[in-house]
């Protein structure tokens, strides 16, 4: 048998098709390599050389040289031998007053037409300005990077000059430092002060939910708020996040305070301080939100269910990202523009930012498949379908997006270095609050309507049917809450990159009317199904027998039922054209074109309007109700169903029959008002008939007997008589009164007495059969006449 190698196809692909074969295995190639951070590392790594050499051969074009005091000089005395001859000042003065005539027409011009777009690229601009400014951005960020460091480098050479100027800058920057890191170290002492304490509230919030939890399933008499270990989970993790943030503030209060009192003017707070103090209460309070996801170190103040290590790895993670990029940037790149240089501290912002990057990039690339694995795993627990396939296609691109999150970082930080931090920290905090609101939202309705409601023992025994009714609103319900908290994340998370304006929409004409029609379609809903709710309610009561009332009627049971599907039509029917009516559909075109819909309907479909008619006539005349025995279109059996268009009737041998009430002619109802058991019984004629007769009586009184039979029986046996005779005897006819539907017993019963009276007064029953009757000799007849044989075979 011949090996085949499954590593390519057996049969030998032709040229023109290997491209295509190839492409995807390629492609897919191509990304990863693409997306590594050996590859990203390569690139910044290039990039930075190629700045450098950019800003080598461009700093001596872009920059002139510095003036000497020596040529400054000697052009202040120029200038004043100028000044001082009467006819070169005069022609000094008119050359200015013609320089500045040009001047004066620009300046009309730019009166009357509207003011230039800035070049600068900002994130407050539109979406598509700022994208159009990428390019201008990157452009002059590689040609001022390289005559950044070389300034940069100047700045270096100088720091060790001796010289009176240098001298008295370092030693202002000595104090002014000293008294920075004397907050810094009072602000982060009292941090941590607070955090030790704000520990054991933490602690302690862990401990009452685990021991309220457990006790929470020993007691059942609880509500269900405290039955639910969700809300104190919920209640839990908000306290421990206010506790956490109530630290950071206290720790920033102690900060102020150690500035303002301590190092500073009680008038006034330095600069570098104030600098810091709003940056560690913003930072922290950043870090406060990853540990309210996480929580490293208490595992019920978790906002998810996730394994210890992983909560470990991730939020220690992001707390350093959230640490090096906000302190870095709002704190280390101010303070070297201040102290050394703002180009010593533009590199520090790009060095910090590159190094972000990388890192994050990395380890993103690196856990790709196992967070894909988890969120999978995640997936399969969760029941909605919807929410499992999202998850899923989730898990597949998260790292996508996460990467794409940072180069969006990188890039916009140098593209407006002054607004990129804070419009990079609002969006991330809007999106993350509005993710996070969103799920916790979903969450608490989830658990608040996956239990099943339990109705009271009394309600349930006067609305059998309310309970399972309200149970089977719930998922649809939730299904519909989902969905709307998703689009209005949604709304919130494209709010926060500036790629839709939620507030101009909200506050705008078209998005007033969606949330009024938002509103008014689920007020509209709410109405039908609790009108809908309780109109089949009322009927479930009706139609169930109660103590005092007893069972309803057979009449009374049809119509509830031909109501309440009416009712069901009616309600559909007002609550749809309602709502497209609400939605901004005009329902008068739809109105209208149902009347000549039901126009030509009623002329195409004739059978089914006499179907309607017929089933509206029969039911006005009572004909027919539930549970009565009929005979209708040649079919004999119970009613089951009554629509307004046809009937259901079940035959003795099990078969269901729908029958259009176009074929029905005629109606036998065999329970209406009463019934008689009516019997034709055969007699030979050797029996005497009075002798029959009494016998039937007999059997008649033996049966009144029977408490049963008793109550189904209405009046006396009624015997007419003999009504036929026939070869096989006479019949004797029987009449029994008997309650609507009680013939059939009383009938089985009444055979059964007639045959045991009969055996015992030897009356037989006819049967066929044949009888040979000889005829008796009463000597009238002549008489036969004989001849002897003859003797000797004469």
């Not at 790009?350 to 856990?367: F, P, S, T």
């Not at 049971?557 to 007002?574: D, P």
């Not at 019997?679 to 008649?700: C, H, I, K, S």
């Amino acid at each position: 048998m011949p090996i085949v190698d499954l590593a390519r196809p057996a049969t030998p692909i032709p040229a023109t098709n290997r491209l295509a074969f190839a492409a995807p295995a390629l492609l897919r190639s191509c990304i990863n390599r693409l997306l590594s951070p050996y590859f990203l590392l390569r690139f910044a790594t290039l990039f930075l050389l190629l700045a450098l050499a950019h800003g080598a051969f461009a700093a001596p074009a872009q920059t002139a040289p510095p003036a000497t005091d020596k040529d400054s000089a000697a052009s202040y005395a120029a200038l004043a031998d100028l000044l001082e001859n009467e006819t070169t000042r005069k022609r000094l003065i008119d050359e200015l007053r013609t320089l500045a005539e040009p001047a004066k027409t620009q300046q009309a011009t730019a009166d009357v037409k509207p003011a230039p777009k800035p070049t600068e690229s900002s994130i407050e601009e539109e979406p598509f300005l700022f994208s159009r400014g990428i390019a201008n951005g990157i452009e002059h960020f590689i040609t001022g990077l390289g005559a950044d460091l070389s300034e940069a480098a100047t700045v270096f050479r100088s720091l060790g000059e001796d010289d009176d100027t240098a001298v008295l800058n370092r030693s202002k920057w000595r104090d002014a430092l000293l008294n920075f890191a004397i907050v810094v170290i009072a602000t982060m002492i009292a941090f941590f002060v607070f955090r030790r304490l704000a520990g054991r509230f933490f602690a302690r919030s862990n401990d009452w939910i685990t021991a309220t939890g457990n006790e929470s399933d020993s007691k059942p008499g609880t509500g269900r708020l405290a039955q639910s270990g969700l809300y104190r989970k919920t209640i839990a993790i908000v306290a421990a996040m206010v506790a956490d943030a109530g630290a950071i503030l206290l720790a920033g209060a102690a900060g102020y305070a150690t500035a303002l009192f301590a190092v500073g003017n009680k008038e006034h707070i330095d600069t570098l301080a104030s600098l810091f103090i709003n940056t560690f209460v913003a930072v922290e309070i950043a870090k406060a939100l990853v540990r309210g996801v996480f929580a490293p170190r208490y595992k019920r103040l978790r906002l998810f269910e996730m394994d210890d290590d992983v909560a470990v790895f991730w939020g220690h993670w992001l707390e350093r990202l959230v640490g090096l990029t906000g302190y870095g940037i709002l704190v280390g790149v101010p303070l070297a523009k201040s102290v050394l240089s703002p180009t010593i501290g533009h590199i520090l912002g790009v060095l910090i930012i590159l190094g972000v990057y990388l890192y994050a990039v990395r380890v993103i690339w690196h856990n790709r498949h196992a967070v894909r694995e988890r969120m999978e795993r995640y997936a399969d627990g969760l029941s909605a379908a919807f929410f499992s396939t999202l998850t899923r296609m989730l898990a597949r691109i998260w790292h996508i997006p996460a990467i794409a999150y940072f180069t969006a970082l990188l890039v916009v930080s140098q593209i407006a270095p002054n607004d990129a931090l804070p419009f990079m920290a609002e969006a991330t905090l809007q999106t993350l609050a509005a993710i996070g609101i969103g799920l916790l939202a979903s969450a608490i309705v989830t658990a608040a309507l996956s239990r099943r409601i339990v109705l009271s023992h009394h309600l349930r025994e006067r609305l059998p049917l309310l309970e399972p009714r309200i149970n089977a609103y719930v998922p649809p319900a939730l299904k519909g809450f989902h969905v709307l908290t998703m689009l209005v994340v949604a709304l919130v998370v494209l709010d926060a990159w500036h790629a839709f304006n939620l507030a101009n929409w909200i506050a705008s004409d078209n998005g007033r009317s969606v949330i009024l029609a938002v509103v008014h379609v689920a007020i509209i809903l709410l109405i039908a199904t609790v009108v809908w709710t309780t109109v089949a309610s009322i009927i479930e009561h009706r139609l169930s027998p109660t103590p005092g009332q007893g069972q309803p009627s057979e009449r009374e049971k049809t119509l509830l039922a031909l109501f309440r599907n009416a009712a069901l039509i009616a309600i559909v029917t007002l609550t749809i054209l309602v709502v497209l009516s609400q939605i901004g559909i005009d329902i008068a075109p739809l109105i209208a074109g149902a009347g000549v819909a039901g126009l030509a309907i009623g002329f195409g479909a004739q059978k089914l309007v006499q179907d309607v008619i017929t089933g509206v006539f029969i039911q006005l005349e009572n004909g027919m109700n539930q549970n009565d025995v009929v005979e209708v279109a040649g079919i004999f059996g119970t009613v089951e169903k009554i629509t307004i268009r046809s009937v259901g009737i079940r035959t003795l041998d099990g078969g269901f029959h729908m029958i259009p009430f176009s074929s029905v002619d005629k109606v036998s109802n065999h329970t209406r008002d009463f019934s008689y058991h009516y019997g034709e019984y055969a007699v030979p004629y050797r029996e005497n008939v009075d002798e029959a007769m009494t016998q039937l009586r007999n059997a008649f009184a033996e049966l009144m007997q029977d408490a049963e039979m008793e109550k189904a029986v209405m009046a006396d046996i009624e015997i007419p008589g003999v009504t036929s005779l026939h070869e096989r005897g006479y019949n004797i006819r029987v009449l029994i009164k008997t309650l609507p539907g009680m013939q059939w017993p009383v009938q089985r019963a009444f055979n059964r007495l007639v045959k045991k009276h009969f055996d015992a007064a030897g009356i037989a029953l006819p049967y066929p059969h044949t009888v040979l009757r000889f005829g008796d000799d009463n000597d009238t007849l002549p008489a036969f006449p004989l001849r002897s044989a003859p003797e000797n075979g004469a």
